[in-house]
């Protein structure tokens, strides 16, 4: 069973930055989709961004393309995202997410496992 774990959430003004880590452990297989989602009061949990450590390979959806950016750390097992130019649409808690797959599908059901969540608020 994987273990993940967020931090690096806060509260910046509209135009700032943030970069979220996430710690991962225990994990066997060296192919995982690690993935942040978030999910903002009264909203669904969706998709922000994606990576296939097999190959490295990204995705990213909706207003995260050209603002966020994700990455891992293979020796020190980190996933990050890169938060640019955030506007106060990006509020909302965000999770680490992993699944022993390739990222074929970017839904929350699809994914086996979960952080907390680190809180990311965004003022105007």
């Known amino acids: 069973q994987v273990s993940l774990a967020e931090s690096g959430g806060g509260s910046v003004q509209a135009g700032g930055s943030l970069r979220l880590s996430c710690a991962a452990s225990?994990?066997?297989?060296?192919?995982?989709?690690m993935g942040w989602f978030r999910q903002a009061p009264g909203k669904e949990r969706e998709g922000v961004s994606f990576?296939?450590?097999?190959?490295?390979?990204?995705k990213y959806t909706g207003s995260a393309k050209g603002r966020f950016t994700i990455s891992r750390d293979k020796v020190k097992k980190i996933l990050y995202l890169q938060m640019n130019s955030l506007e106060p649409e990006d509020t909302a808690m965000y999770y680490c997410?992993?699944?022993?797959?390739?990222?074929?599908?970017?839904?929350?059901?699809?994914?086996?496992?979960w952080g907390q969540g680190t809180q990311v608020t965004v003022s105007s």
């Open positions: 225990g994990y066997t297989s060296s192919s995982l989709c």
């Open positions: 997410a992993a699944v022993a797959r390739t990222c074929s599908v970017l839904q929350p059901w699809f994914f086996q496992s």
């Open positions: 990576i296939y450590t097999g190959d490295g390979s990204t």
